[in-house]
């Protein structure tokens, strides 16, 4: 994992205040959907199959505002729709940084290299650029070709200015395991600060039902993408979630962990499932029947859900709120601390951030660099 130090601290004091106070549900990420209408109508979302009335509207930055204070989560994702559509976005960013909120806008990167000047470089910013793959790969799962090679040049010209950049990619049956590992190195050479991965979820309106996968597909597929991984790769996700993704740690959706706020009010119960809205965020944590939700409810829109999040929060609070969550998080560090010291490496690796901001001392010969936690490779 690869965040910068600050936000890891953060976010890790943040659910230790949480534990200390006996909270059993608490926000950790707010999903924050200032719109829903984008400028692509990829065939695995089922986020814009609103008439044209809805896909108009925008959230206020007031409204925003009110959302992010009413939540309290350490950090806010912008996803859509596409964000950079908004009007008022970059006001609503601006906003959120004064805040001190860990910010990740999630975008296609079409308009993102005309944006930019909008901005300003920032520790609690992030853009978060969608990319399914390679060229080939992503452009068929966008519907639209060149966008890959509009997205690259995005990210480049982002880098080039300071800003901070990860990607988030989907994957479906029938992924070529063999060619992401291919676009990981990609990224990683391309400057990309971290990467984050998930399973699609079957949305009932994405025109594309075909591919999505079932659990056992799920964990097939991440235990071939991610067995053996290179020592350059870094995704901007907990080590026990990705061992979750590769059927290698057990973990309970917590859907309340990444609550979603859009046009329409709080929704219910998470971001994947549309059952309702309600007017605030008590209602929304109060009267909502949670055990009606998840793998084990029997709910059978649930049944296959893999997806980070519904269970990244899961992750995170099985880290700092369980003995057994933060050892299988400290053996998943040593265990690839071990692999890059036989690959013959002797160079800085980065400490998994769920364990770093943990320890109470840095080891030896530890240092922290550009607002990371760095390790040297054990010899």
Wanted: proline fraction near 6%; charge should be neutral.
């Amino acid at each position: 994992m690869s965040v910068p130090f600050s936000q890891a601290w953060t976010v890790a004091t943040y659910v230790l205040k949480q534990q200390l106070l006996r909270r059993k549900r608490y926000p950790l990420v707010l999903m924050l959907e200032p719109l829903f209408r984008c400028n692509l109508a990829c065939a695995g979302c089922g986020k814009i199959q609103f008439p044209a009335e809805v896909l108009k509207q925008n959230l206020s930055p007031e409204q925003c505002f009110a959302a992010v204070e009413e939540c309290g989560a350490p950090i806010v994702s912008i996803p859509g729709g596409e964000p950079l559509l908004h009007p008022q976005i970059a006001e609503i960013v601006a906003g959120l940084v004064a805040r001190k909120k860990f910010v990740y806008l999630c975008t296609n990167a079409i308009k993102l290299e005309a944006a930019l000047d909008q901005f300003q470089p920032s520790k609690y910013l992030a853009f978060s650029v969608h990319l399914d793959g390679q060229r080939e790969t992503h452009d068929q799962a966008v519907c639209r070709d060149g966008i890959y090679d509009i997205a690259v040049q995005a990210i480049k010209a982002a880098r080039q200015r300071g800003f901070r950049v990860t990607t988030n990619s989907t994957f479906f049956l029938g992924t070529d395991t063999v060619a992401m590992r291919k676009f990981f190195d990609e990224m990683m050479t391309l400057g990309v600060e971290a990467m984050m991965i998930s399973p699609g979820y079957s949305y009932e309106k994405a025109p594309d039902q075909e591919h999505f996968l079932r659990r056992e597909q799920t964990e097939s597929l991440f235990r071939r993408l991610l067995e053996h991984g290179r020592k350059t790769w870094r995704f901007n996700q907990t080590p026990l979630f990705l061992e979750f993704l590769q059927g290698k740690y057990d973990l309970e959706c917590t859907p309340w962990g990444n609550p979603t706020y859009n046009i329409f009010g709080w929704q219910k119960p998470c971001y994947l499932l549309g059952e309702g809205h309600v007017s605030s965020f008590r209602e929304l944590m109060e009267d909502t029947a949670w055990e009606n939700y998840g793998h084990t409810s029997g709910n059978p829109s649930c049944r296959d859900c893999m997806v980070h999040c519904g269970y990244e929060p899961s992750a995170v609070s099985a880290t700092f709120g369980s003995l057994r969550g933060f050892m299988h998080t400290a053996r998943v560090t040593l265990r690839d601390w071990w692999r890059r010291e036989e690959s013959g490496s002797t160079e800085s690796v980065e400490i998994p951030a769920a364990a770093a901001v943990s320890a109470p001392h840095l080891p030896s010969g530890a240092r922290r660099s550009a607002d990371f936690v760095e390790l040297p490779v054990l010899r």
